[in-house]
């Protein structure tokens, strides 16, 4: 049993920090640290920047442009990101639609698609919800018609983050509806300048318009956009979500979260030991958790899938993150209506999204403990 | 990085759960620990020691599981690693032969477990010292032989060796709410000599720190144990146990329950293994030493109470049974929530020891890694 990274990783460590330190363009770190909205041309710029030197797409196989890290230096990467105040990768094409073309799509869509993926030269988002099913996915009822070489798409999908920014949609749609319920589902990519596509911003309780309403109204789209086979989407479905569940836990960027509320208590002068308790209680859950994730990329080393477990990853990371949202309002005071409190309604989404926390008890208790 | 076991260490894993597993209760099992090795874990290796805060948590986490009831984590982790930090090896030795058994008594009336809330005191008579004082909650102190006393030796405190026998002690036994030997003791001018001092004049506090910070870290594997079974058996029990027709585990609330107490569970297992790398890998860092443990055992009482509470209340009426396993885990999770300090003690521990790591390099270390990084 051994605890420490070795010193190739401790090296990959080093050079991550200092290829952020020295590349990471002023004016988007400022924004980050601010804590301000970043608009796409954010985004692209800095995924160029580390796609240009290899680093956009993890967990892709190195064949089609992988960076060939494991669990590990994926883990440091990621880390990394948050310390260094530089944006995410946004996760829709990178993380999300790219797998799933990866493990289910032909040569011919991996070739079309991969390589605009990685560059962020097209810029993705993600139809799954809709109106009448959200933790229910598979009763979704958007409709894709087969009429000869084409699809005929109509339905609603919501939720989704970056849909102003996005060249494409992934789509999950019903093209059996007499199958039962999670049997006649395809996964289909749409271009989101297609005809009868239109995008409607909601503005959500905090200011933010970054997620949206989309509706499909008589879209056509070549059967050549099929990801897998028609009737299996619900596969490729579950395939994603469990991908999108490791990395959620944000332990780095929690980490971020402390060290600006220690800041601002430190600027402000607040003396308040019940204050000082609460927050040592979250730091010490937050190290328990960040000691967890480090169990389960050990076990994805050693060559175990990511499981059931990371529901747990998903559930204390995000309560974490509300939990010193709350914490930085409450150590303001009678000043937390500034900026803080846009944060603090932001980050209830965060024990929604992604599969919603009591879902995750769900997964725990079935999958799990078997109940 | 790598969570493996040893062999060795599933050899220990196993050996201890086969022990735990069986009948353990009532008797005096010393001499088969001493037989089976398990007296030298932590000890030097002139001694035929072995392992370290890792094998402790293996040994400990199935001591849990069992809800073994033994003197191992006050006589050997405490008493043996003040034993092995002051070099006392002639006294480890009888300690790992099981020869001589060790109770350290610390506490003070009026300490709420500060170690340095010493009101006992030790006058120098010459080349004598004499204690005098008050010391309570000695655990273990009825099977001891010997007692290791801290008291205060001018602005600083010392520890001394005292023959549990010695004229002028009283020892007061009486049984904590889960069973175990626990002892309040008064020292009315007890005589030692020079010889009998443990570690340099004026280091107790230092000795002491250190090796309550290896028994916290075993408790909380002890918890960790302790809570793991009380998840299984009512994640077992609700399978079984029908209501309004169905096994009462498929309703949706008690779900929930159960899922977040695993998730307490895995946590407390992560701060478990924390405590222990803590102690293996910043030896020579107190600072890192005292934040990952006292971290561990905030978290260990509050998954603890969480994961004993529940367990009680979704048992239902037969957990309140004092013929049932689950009330007795429970009654062993409340004492080792606050032996050696509670949540409370440990936050402020914690707190204060991170103030004190401000200046260390953040390393981003996995050991502890957001408080370093805490300004």
Known sequence: MDLAFSPEDRAFRDEVRDFIATHLPADIRRKIQAGDHLVKDDYARWQRILFERGWVASGWPKELGGTGWGPIQRHIFYEEIAYGWAPRLLPFGLHMVAPVIIEFGNDAQRARYLPKIASGEEFWCQGYSEPGAGSDLASLSTRAERQGDTYLINGTKTWITAAQWADWIFVLARTDPNAKKQEGISFILVDMKTPGVTVRPIETIDGGKEINEVHLENVVVPVANLVGKENEGWTCAKFLLEHERTGTAGIAGCRQQLETLHELIAHESIDDPRLDERIAQVEIELEALAFTELRTLAAESAGKRPGPESSILKIKGTEIQQALSELALDALGPYAESHLAPKYFNYRKTSIYAGSNEIQKNIIAKRILKL | ?375
Not at chain 2, 106 to 111: F, I, K, S, W
Not at chain 2, 275 to 290: F, G, N
Not at chain 2, 315 to 335: A, D, L, N, P
Request: hydrophobic share 45%.
């Open chain 2, 1 to 375: 990085m790598d969570f493996t076991l040893s062999p060795e260490q599933l050899l220990i894993k196993d050996s201890v759960a086969r022990f735990a597993a069986g009948d353990h209760a009532g008797t005096e099992k010393w001499p088969q620990f001493a037989e089976l090795g398990w007296l030298a874990i932590g000890a030097p290796d002139e001694l035929g020691g072995f392992g370290g805060p890792i094998e402790t948590l293996l040994l400990m986490e199935q001591f849990g599981r069992g809800l073994v009831r033994s003197p191992y984590v006050a006589q050997v982790v405490l008493a043996g690693q003040i034993l092995r930090a002051a070099e006392r090896t002639e006294l480890l030795e009888r300690l790992v032969e099981g020869t001589e058994r060790f109770a350290v008594a610390y506490e003070e009336p009026q300490a709420r477990y500060d170690p340095a809330a010493v009101k006992t005191t030790a006058v120098r008579e010459g080349e004598a010292f004499v204690l005098t004082g008050t010391k309570v909650r000695v655990l273990d102190a009825s099977t001891a032989n010997t007692l290791i006393v801290s008291a205060r030796t001018g602005d600083e405190i010392s520890l001394f060796a005292i023959p549990a026998n010695a004229p002028n002690i009283t020892r007061e036994p009486y049984a904590s709410e889960d069973g175990y030997d626990v002892a309040n003791l008064r020292l009315d001018g007890v005589r030692v000599d020079a010889a009998q001092l443990i570690g340099p004049l004026g280091d107790g506090l230092a000795l002491l720190d250190r090796a309550l910070d290896h028994a916290t870290a075993a408790l909380c594997a002890e918890g960790l144990g302790l809570m793991s079974l009380m998840l299984e058996a009512t994640v077992e029990y609700t399978k079984q146990r029908q209501q309004f027709g169905v096994p009462i585990g498929s309703f949706q609330a008690l779900q929930h329950r159960m899922a977040e107490m695993f998730i307490e569970v895995e946590l407390a297992r992560s701060v478990a293994y924390m405590a222990a790398m803590t102690l293996d890998e910043k030896a020579d860092d107190p600072v890192a030493r005292r934040r990952g443990v006292s971290a561990a055992k905030v978290q260990m009482a509050k998954s603890g109470r969480f994961v004993g509470q529940n367990a009680i209340q979704l048992h239902g009426g037969i957990g309140m049974s004092e013929e049932y396993k689950v009330g007795h885990y429970f009654k062993r999770m409340t004492m080792v929530e606050r032996l050696l300090g509670d949540g409370q003690y440990h936050v402020a521990r914690y707190i204060a020891s991170r103030g004190a790591a401000v200046t260390a390099a953040p390393d981003r270390d996995p050991v502890g890694a957001s408080g370093s990084r805490a300004s």
